[in-house]
């Protein structure tokens, strides 16, 4: 019988190949994985490793210790170019083919780079590399490092170069930082917090490029026409998922891999972690989410969903949880609520930078954000997991 092909060796892969053999599946399973060798862990590499107050290869054990314990054939280094979904057929740039039984869409997601000409410098922050190369340039101790995107990454790197002693611009297009996972109102938390420790931050700015000389950074150009010296540029301006390799396939494609309910992309073919948009069922809405516990869970399920075969496999319904740590305030969400969500503080206050606030869109609540209150969005989260209801969450917290 031909293998179960899983393609990316990060925790959505690792964790569908694990839920297989929990499964039962005891017939051959290949990792295709472009990347030289295990990839690392990746929540360090804008935190401990970054600072560095962790050893590189103990961010590379957690994944490390995981395959050890799983019996499948690793190809590293082979870039998977093309899929035919019919055929199940996949081509490596290698140039080796290998027919699948079944595949696991398992690639992740690829920092978006700012346009222009490669400039030294200029970072992204997604792998072990890319960390060690920017750790190297502020361990040159820059005049100042300019991080353009205040999303969580963006955030975090500012915090960390800032706990580095270094002075921090961080830009952000938005009104607020974190747009995207949290309303602007508690995104504007976000900003009080980098500003309480000395990093400028400049809200609703456009970036219009680069300045360079001699093939190095020395300014990031706003659009209003003024410029900011930089030594150092790291950009978290968000993600593209990693479907390149499926174009043509046959594989609907949308904002990533589009799956139904149960995580199934085509006959034979699941995809689960940043790479995959699925119908959430807990949600009643399709949702495509970029966190580390999410790509364990969801490539647990595609896992799962690929050995019901042709039956119709079970819905995945979760309810999505993150953390980022910023100095010495660790922010933790469960749920997925928009810009538009009303914004309830259940405990603290955002002023005291201490505080749970729940989300609310008519009778649901869409999810609880703590910062240094942890208890209170672990219980938040297990109700939300029952229901989505919003009565339970207001009582938790009176
Ligand atoms: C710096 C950083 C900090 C983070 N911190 C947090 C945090 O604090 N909290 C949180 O909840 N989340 C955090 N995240 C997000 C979390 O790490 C990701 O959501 C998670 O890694 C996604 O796992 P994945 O398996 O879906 O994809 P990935 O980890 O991106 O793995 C995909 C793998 O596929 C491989 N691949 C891609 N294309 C191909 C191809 N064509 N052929 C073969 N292999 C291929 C890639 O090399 C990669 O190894 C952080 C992410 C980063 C980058």
């Known amino acids: 019988m031909d293998p179960v092909v899983v393609v990316g060796a990060s925790l959505a892969g ?143 790197v500012a915090a960390t170069c800032r706990e580095l002693g270094l002075e921090v611009t961080l830009l952000e297009g938005a009104p607020a930082p974190m747009v995207r996972v949290l309303p602007v109102q508690v995104g504007s938390f976000v900003a009080d917090l980098h500003r309480a420790h000395g990093v400028d931050v400049r809200l609703g700015v456009g970036v219009e490029g680069l300045d360079g000389a001699d093939g190095r950074v020395r300014a990031v150009r706003l659009a ?70 999410h790509a364990i869970e969801h490539g647990a399920a595609a896992g799962r969903r690929l050995l019901a075969g042709d039956g119709p496999g079970a819905p995945f319904g979760s309810v999505p949880w993150f953390w980022s740590d910023q100095y010495d305030r660790k922010l933790q969400m469960a749920g997925r609520p928009s810009a538009a969500d009303e914004v309830h503080v259940l405990e603290g206050s955002l002023e005291e930078h201490r505080f749970a606030v729940a989300f609310r869109r008519g009778d649901r609540c869409t999810g609880v954000l703590g910062v240094n209150r942890p208890r209170h969005v672990v219980q938040a989260r297990m109700r939300l997991a029952e229901s989505l209801d919003w009565a339970p969450i207001e009582e938790l917290f009176t």
């Open 224 to 293: 209003d026409g003024t410029s900011i010296p930089a030594e150092v540029v790291v950009v978290g301006i968000g993600v593209v998922p990693g479907t390149g390799w499926l174009e043509g396939s046959g594989v609907p494609l949308g904002n990533g891999v589009t799956c139904d309910e149960t995580c199934l992309a085509a006959p034979g073919v699941v995809a689960a972690g940043d790479v995959a948009e699925w119908f959430n069922p807990h949600f009643g809405e399709r949702m495509r989410v970029e966190q580390w516990e």
């Open 14 to 156: 690792l964790s569908a190949i694990d839920a297989l053999r929990a499964g039962g599946h005891d017939g051959d399973v290949v990792l295709l994985e472009s990347a030289p060798s295990l990839p690392s862990d990746r929540p360090p590499l804008s935190k401990q490793v970054l600072a560095g107050s962790m050893e590189p290869e103990a961010a590379r054990q957690p994944l490390a210790a995981r395959l050890d314990e799983l019996d499948v054939e690793v190809r590293w280094g082979t870039r998977v170019d093309s899929f035919d979904a019919a055929s199940l057929q996949l081509r490596c740039a290698t140039g080796t083919e290998l027919r699948a039984s079944g595949v696991v869409v398992a690639t992740g997601a690829a920092p978006r780079a700012l346009p222009g000409p490669t400039l030294a410098g200029v970072h992204v922050l997604r792998t072990m590399d890319d960390c060690l190369a920017l750790r190297a340039d502020l361990d040159r101790g820059p005049d100042r490092v300019v991080v353009v995107g205040a999303g969580f990454i963006g955030a975090e």
